[in-house]
């Protein structure tokens, strides 16, 4: 009996060290290889914006194209459908009689209920999910997962001498594709070079790492990577592996030959560190689930706020009385990006200046940023607000203290026009009433 098997592609968006693409090839004797472009995703949620927005959507389609052709150089062709993946998978299951369900362990909450869902809806076919996303393995952890570490110290104290696997060697060919599903593919849009840095898919995720890893940044890193604005002064790699375009273990193994042909200092080390900080991450958001989004996070006792929707519009749109945070948050959404500093700064004056549920300012990054990856954004705005993996109870940054110390010119705020235009923060109270200057008859 001949084998089928699906492969669904979803933050796993290569084919270079992809175990779950190895394992399903080597074990089909036909493999659908499908991606579903959820329309989830272009839905406001109810945290006022969309899962997907337009800088990350370009990003992603150009990382589908890119795979498309790296897998027809191997013999495979990428089926891209739009819909509902429950629906989508449900019927090619049924239609082409799929044996085997292959794909990358996720860490989301509603990406695992849609897996779950499925293999209840199919008992008999097998479904398989592989770890592509992170360096360990679940199973590589010496702690149980309940067991995590509370903080990220103790976490990579723990972690950070342990062997990692080297990435996986893949074929020169593929298990062939399901002929008859040619006709089914979404068409993708294709994009004319543009004078944006991040261009999706693994071909120039491939290109970039070996660029900066062939310079002397890696090197200088943990001097430079608190610049604001600098293309080099930090790794930028975080789009890429957030889709998966780029395997986290193949940047280390880059990362490990530049210390052994160049130099290994604490810069370089700091890079790994970054590594460890993001893999601390994806473990926090697959022992805690649903509480990367409850308002008091893994606490009892809940956050008390207001909802002020002037507040957060002037936050979104870089009109506050905060000319840092202005330029900050008008770069992300012209580029959508932004750097490691400029997002602590403007999550902390979202909560702490602004008292504003810190749940809306996540799931605007969501919608803006590029490199949006679920368990590094939900758990980093935890982690400024107090509610997460942090013992000392959140962040706090002093905007003036830090536009003297990263922007002492206001270079960065003249370039991103973050000058204030509106100094009053409100003109209307939480409820919309009017804020009247008082005037004593």
């Not at 150009?62 to 052709?69: A, I």
């Not at 459908?81 to 429950?86: A, E, H, I, N, R």
Request: overall charge neutral; some cysteine.
């Amino acid at each position: 009996m001949c084998k089928t098997g699906l492969f669904w592609f979803n933050n796993d968006l290569r084919v270079h060290d992809n175990p779950a693409l190895l394992e399903a090839s080597l074990n089909c004797d036909r493999l659908i290889c499908l991606f579903c472009y959820d329309t989830f995703w272009d839905k406001p949620t109810g945290f006022n914006a969309n899962p997907l927005g337009d800088k990350r959507r370009q990003f992603l389609l150009e990382s589908l194209n890119d795979l498309q052709h790296t897998l027809g150089a191997r013999g495979q062709q990428l089926i891209v459908m739009k819909g509902d993946p429950v629906a989508i998978i449900s019927e090619l299951l049924s239609k082409y009689h799929v044996n085997h369900v292959y794909r990358s362990y996720h860490v989301g909450v509603y990406e695992n209920r849609q897996w779950q869902h499925l293999r209840a809806d199919f008992p008999r076919v097998q479904f398989d999910s592989y770890w592509t996303h992170s360096l360990f393995q679940q199973q590589q952890l010496p702690f149980e997962l309940t067991s995590l570490p509370d903080t990220f110290s103790q976490f990579r104290k723990i972690v950070e001498s342990l062997p990692i696997d080297k990435p996986v060697q893949m074929p020169k060919t593929l298990a062939v594709p399901v002929s008859e599903l040619h006709e089914d593919t979404l068409p993708l849009p294709t994009y004319r070079n543009s004078q944006d840095h991040f261009t999706g898919g693994e071909k120039a995720a491939i290109e970039h790492m070996e660029a900066y890893f062939s310079s002397d940044y890696p090197a200088q890193y943990k001097l430079l990577r608190n610049d604001l604005d600098h293309w080099s002064h930090s790794t930028k790699f975080s789009a890429w592996l957030a889709n998966g375009a780029l395997s986290v273990k193949r940047l280390l193994q880059q990362l490990r030959q530049f210390e052994k042909t160049h130099t290994a200092n604490e810069s370089t080390y700091w890079i790994f560190f970054e590594l460890l900080w993001r893999e601390y991450f994806q473990w926090y958001a697959f022992r805690y689930r649903h509480k990367l989004f409850r308002p008091q996070g893994l606490g009892k006792k809940k956050i008390t706020c207001c909802f002020y929707p002037e507040r957060y519009q002037k936050w979104a749109h870089g009109n506050t009385p905060y000319p840092l945070v202005n330029a900050l948050m008008k770069q992300l959404n012209e580029t959508g990006y932004m750097s490691n500093r400029g997002r602590q700064i403007v999550a902390s004056c979202f909560i702490n200046e602004l008292e504003l549920d810190w749940r809306f300012g996540a799931a605007y990054f969501e919608q803006q940023l590029i490199d949006y990856d679920v368990a590094a954004n939900w758990g980093n705005w935890q982690y400024i607000a107090g509610v997460g993996a942090d013992p000392r109870g959140g962040r706090h940054f002093n905007i003036e203290k830090q536009q003297r110390q990263y922007d002492p010119q206001q270079t960065f705020i003249q370039k991103w026009k973050g000058q204030v235009t509106a100094p009053r923060l409100d003109s209307v109270d939480a409820a919309d009433w009017p804020i009247m200057p008082y005037k004593r008859d």
